[in-house]
């Protein structure tokens, strides 16, 4: 049997209770990956273009500071990465996170909450990030979760 890790940002608290019930169901570990400042309801309008949040999804080069990095990569084998989708893909905050440390060989999967939006290109974009770990397809945790469908997933790696 695997280690595995729940590793997610959450900017309104709706993605960490997913990664909760997911690490839950999964008998995984649990991780919080946070900014080292803080969003703010502002650094979140999506509607303004000079948002914190717009003007770094805008910057591919765009890193924002972790405010740690302590999570135990190395002792797990399947990291699940949860995040909020913004702009069709993930925060570049994960981008942060995923650079900070050694994936190789590690399974990599995604889950995120939405809105509206769907994973889109979220697991091509995750892997030109870190190549040499395996990133799997991810999967949208939006509503009512149900345990034995978390799971089923979480076992599935």
Not at 10 to 38: F, M, Q, W
Request: no cysteine.
């Amino acid at each position: 049997m695997s280690k595995k890790l729940v590793a997610y940002f959450s900017a309104s608290g709706v993605t960490a209770r997913a990664a909760k019930e997911l690490a839950k169901a999964a008998n995984a570990d649990l991780y919080e990956i946070r900014p080292e400042v803080p969003y703010t309801s502002a650094d979140l309008d999506w509607m303004n273009k000079k948002s914190r949040s717009s003007l770094e999804m805008n910057d591919p080069s765009s890193r924002p500071a972790l405010a740690d990095t302590s999570a135990d990569i190395a002792g797990h084998d399947v990291i699940f990465v949860g995040f909020p989708i913004w702009w069709y893909t993930a925060p570049t905050i994960i981008k942060s996170f995923l650079e900070a440390y050694d994936f190789g060989g590690k399974v990599i999967a995604p889950f995120a909450t939405s809105g509206g939006s769907g994973l889109g290109k979220t697991a091509k974009t995750l892997k030109e990030v870190v190549p040499s770990a395996t990133v799997k397809e991810g999967k949208m945790l939006n509503g009512r979760v149900h345990a034995a469908d978390l799971k089923t997933w979480a076992e599935s790696f």
